[in-house]
């Protein structure tokens, strides 16, 4: 496998900056004024400790110390304090970071094309996304994690150079025994052992680390579960029924217990106890051999007279820093190095493109809401499917109409309405409105003109008012009409605080809960008051009961005005009101016309479908 280049990883690193000042403004700034002071602040000690032990060693004056101590205690006091205060400020940054880190995600799944929802490979990316930033922060925090901590490191490494160089100037007493310790080849062999020490040490650290990273795809499924069971559904009231009934939580007990990758036997575990351990073990080993190398030299040069007690505290304490900042600015390089492949995953999901055309036509708001749709010879298939869901489906309508489509589960009720809402773009065929193929209007523009209520349409746990009104503002006589056109108004004089009563208990403890009939009457109140020139009910009246099925029906006309209402159903009853009735059989058309005249088709699907539910309705 080609291994990718330094260019590239760098180019993939350096794009978290572009990210992190999307996803947090003054983070970059703070982070580095925070790096700064936090790996400063040890050499500070350092520096007035060895003054302070000279003096005591040398001349021992009591004015000097005392400024020295007076000089360390200060800047000591006064960098913490700075430090604590952007810690603080940073605590802050990080606790906005991640809800602005999950809406950057939720955004892209917002604006991607609604087909590509669907795409399991996408929908695998997302979750492996969030997956592998539970697991180790893989993705966008490890590469910020290690950033800060590499350029702290960096900082520090500056710091103990600087503090350092002087112990290579420093010669030994003329005729010490130690005098090849000055010699410049002593000092290369320092450098040299230091550097291969700081060096060699990461490496292998990072050879654990892979071992370990390696196994992140074999806890995806385990999280998963944990993710869709225990976060997921034991949290939904909706979900609790059912769970209780038919303890669910035996699924994913047996799922989790038979996945053997956290277990003490299992492979994570393995990887500690074995390889991995061992190779931790050899790296701390290796770092320790850079520090018992640093200790003799610096030692042995005092020994020989080339400084004293005071230096000695100083060049030990530095050196040693700078084998630990070297060793961790490696290690974070290493991680970095390790985590462009959930970059990867990352950037390819949000630089997923809108296949979808993207037109810039305005529907005419127009005041006589003219508008005629054609589907003209449409054929349709899923994304990644090879049935037809919609086949040579070609259908005029014009505004006014009360259009229905029949027909049995499977046929392509919805799916039609889904290619008329632009959700997909027909495979063949075009879709026109006012003979415009529908893919060059602009899309929220062109979303404008319908309101649909689908099937499986969702109510949110906000005040009802908000949920008609789809916004947090709204227009108060516009709800109340929206919600009396749909049949609500009896129980809304039932709620405590009318249209601020909050729907269920999520955020409210007194919301109130409602039944499936009553929803579906809050749903078709919201597509109501969006006052779309189209209504389109899906089933509206699938979870109502005989008195408010017939309700709906009679208010059909009131409820749909001077709009184009298109009115899926399978229960044929409700749609013999319908100026048009369209029956779809197997992706197709295969009628169309008014009851009556389809009736009249003994041979017909509608006949058939009728007769099937005939002895219903009487
Ligand atoms: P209806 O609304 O008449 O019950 P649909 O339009 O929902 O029928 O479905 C038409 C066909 O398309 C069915 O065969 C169904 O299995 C298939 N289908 C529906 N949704 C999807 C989807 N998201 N992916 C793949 N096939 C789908």
Redesign the pocket.
Known sequence: MKTESFRSRFRKNLRVFSLARQISPGWIPLTISKSILAASIPYVTIFFSARIISELSGPCRPQQIEIYVFLALLSYAMLTAALRWLERKRDVLDSLEWSAWTKLLSDKRLSMDFQDL?DPHIMDQYSQIIQNNRYNGGGYCRAVWSMEGALTALIGVICAISLSVSLFMQKTSPGSPYGFLDHPLALAVVVIALLLTVTISPMIRTRSYDLMYGQTELATFDNRVFFHFRLFCIKRPECAMDIRIYEHQKISRDYIENDTVWDPGGPLAKISWGEGGLLEVLAEFISILAVILIYAFVCLKALGGAFGIGEVTQYVGAITALALNLSDLFNEIGRLHHNTKHLDRLYEYLDLPNRMYQGSLTTEKRSDRRYEVEFRDVSFR????D?W??RHVSMKFSVGQRLAIV??????????I?LLCRLYDPTEGQILLNGIDIRKYDYQDYMQIFSVVFQDYKLLSFPLGQNVAASAEYDKERVYRALKDAGFDEKLSDMPKGIDTCLYHDYSDDGVDISGGEAQKIAIARALYKDAPFIIL?EPTASLDPIAEAEIYEKFDVISGDRTAIY?S?RLSSCKFCDEIAV?DE?QIVQQGRHDELLQEENGKYFELWNAQAKYYV
């Open positions: 669907d899923y994304p990644g499917s049935q869901a919609l027909g049995e589960n499977g046929s392509g009720k919805t799916t039609f889904k899906d899926i399978h779809f992706g």
